[in-house]
């Protein structure tokens, strides 16, 4: 009983997670409402570090998807969900600074825009 | 012409790239010769660290294929292979510390194991 107990805790405190597990997890509401989901991981090559994450939100059937970069610690996986758990409007998301370069698959950092978004999400900046 | 060069400089100087990028993406020697490709890469939650890259290698159409991890810092993307230039045997890949709780999708952090990946390749620990 003592391992069950054991795994059981286990799996409730990984403390790594693979890329293409985070890749398509929904960001829900508290309430379940869903905002969207992420779309990948930016990543800084030199460092290795997540600098944000590309959610994809809005639009139907993928017409119309607005994408918004999230700051990683953001990001707090909720179990009952199943989903990231993001407290945002949608207008306070349409809000968020947008990349003036508008790289979300591969890019220069553009740390003025980080930090305005770091900023916006109350965020600790990752660099 | 010089916003050209400026374009081309700049796709030479990429600093952040996605993690779907990043997956997906081969692994050759220098002569050209494929080791394998890079199946995800596994973060650490809290801090937005990469822990390692997975890479499958050998094997044949999916069958009897080995997982190992590389440390971040010895993926280094080689333009005119258009891949992950590593010049390891197959002798040495297999010879790396192999995790013992064998976690390549979720897991816990494993600090002596890395220790050991991170010394066999003589990359420095990103923790």
Do not use: C
């Amino acid at each position: 009983m003592a391992t069950m107990t054991g795994s059981h805790e286990q799996r409730e405190t990984h403390d790594l997670i693979g890329s293409d597990k985070v890749e398509g997890t929904n960001v829900y509401r508290s309430s379940g409402e869903k905002i969207g989901e992420i779309e990948r991981i930016m990543l800084e090559k030199r460092s290795g570090k997540v600098a944000y994450a590309v959610m994809t939100f809005g639009g139907f059937l993928g017409i119309g998807e607005e994408y918004r970069a999230l700051p990683w610690s953001v990001l707090r996986y909720n179990e009952d969900l199943d989903a990231y758990e993001l407290n945002l409007t949608d207008e306070q998301l349409r809000g968020a600074p947008v990349s003036e370069t508008g790289f979300y698959e591969t890019g220069r950092i553009d740390r003025d825009w980080e930090r305005r978004l770091h900023d916006y999400y109350r965020a600790t900046p990752y660099w």
